[in-house]
């Protein structure tokens, strides 16, 4: 199982970034998707969730900000992050829990950098 996420990088606050997660190795529509990251110092936390059908689980930092989305014909996930703030930036890591077993799998996180 591979999830492969892109899309980070450098950029001023209240700019936009669009994070992209592709999977492989597993039938997305089996599994809960979603964003977590983790900012130097601190836990990794939550973002956004989206199971199948799409209902929606958001941080409330990020909330009306943020919007995840998934395309199970392709096998991806997308976060849009709008309106960037500096304690938006962390390592953003993509994840996936099956909807019918105990497993979860995790990609290698994309670098998202808010400068003020």
């Known amino acids: 199982v591979q999830l492969q996420a892109s899309g980070g990088g450098l950029v001023q606050a209240g700019g936009s970034l669009r994070l992209s997660c592709a999977a492989s190795?597993?039938?997305?529509?089996?599994?809960?998707m979603g964003w977590y990251r983790q900012a130097p110092g601190s836990q990794r936390e939550l973002v956004a969730l989206?199971?199948?059908?799409?209902?929606?689980t958001y941080n409330d930092s990020v909330a009306g900000r943020f919007t995840i989305s998934r395309d199970n014909a392709k096998n991806t996930v997308q976060l849009q992050m709008n309106t960037l703030k500096p304690e938006d930036t962390a390592v953003y890591y993509c994840?996936?829990?099956?909807?019918?077993?105990?497993?979860?799998?995790w990609g290698q996180g994309t670098l998202v950098t808010v400068s003020s």
């Open positions: 989206i199971d199948n059908p799409g209902g929606t």
């Open positions: 190795g597993i039938t997305l529509s089996m599994y809960i």
């Open positions: 994840y996936a829990r099956s909807r019918y077993h105990n497993r979860a799998y």
